[in-house]
C-alpha cells in the first residue's frame, strides 16, 4: 500500500504564493512520476504539472511561468511552487503517483486533496 501525504494549501491573495508538497510513503520500489493535478467546482480534474523520473517536466498552459514543480527523490516527495496566483487557480489540488510496488506492479495513487483559494 502506497500513501501520498499533501500539505501547504489555504488562502492567498492574488499575486501571492502558495507552496504544496507531498511525500510518498509504503510499500515503494520505485517511482516513475510524481505530479498536481486541481479540480474546480464544476470543473473536471486537470494536469497542472508532472514530473517523470529522469524526464521532461511538463505544465498546463495555465500556469507556464508561475508554478514549478520539483521533486526530493530521497524523500519521496513533490513540491508546488505557486507564484502568481489568479482567483482561476483556486481549485482543490490532488497529488498523484505512478508508482512500481516491490511485487512489480504498477499504479496510480492519490493524495486526499488540499484546498487552493485565491481570494481578496
Known amino acids: 500500500q502506497v500513501q501520498l501525504v499533501e500539505s501547504g494549501g489555504g488562502l492567498v491573495q492574488p499575486g501571492g504564493s502558495l507552496r504544496l508538497s507531498c511525500a510518498a510513503s509504503g510499500s515503494i520500489f520505485r517511482i516513475n512520476s510524481m505530479g498536481w493535478y486541481r479540480q474546480a467546482p464544476g470543473k473536471q480534474r486537470e494536469l497542472v504539472a508532472k514530473i517523470p523520473r529522469g524526464g521532461t517536466t511538463n505544465y498546463a498552459d495555465s500556469v507556464k511561468g508561475r508554478f514549478t514543480i520539483s521533486t526530493d527523490n530521497a524523500k519521496n516527495t513533490v513540491y508546488l511552487q505557486m507564484n502568481s496566483l489568479k482567483p482561476e487557480d483556486t481549485a482543490v489540488y490532488y497529488c498523484?503517483?505512478?508508482?512500481?510496488?516491490?511485487?512489480?506492479?504498477?499504479?496510480?495513487?492519490w493524495g486526499q486533496g488540499t484546498q487552493v483559494t485565491v481570494s481578496s
Open positions: 498523484n503517483a505512478n508508482v512500481i510496488t516491490p511485487n512489480l506492479l504498477g499504479n496510480d495513487y
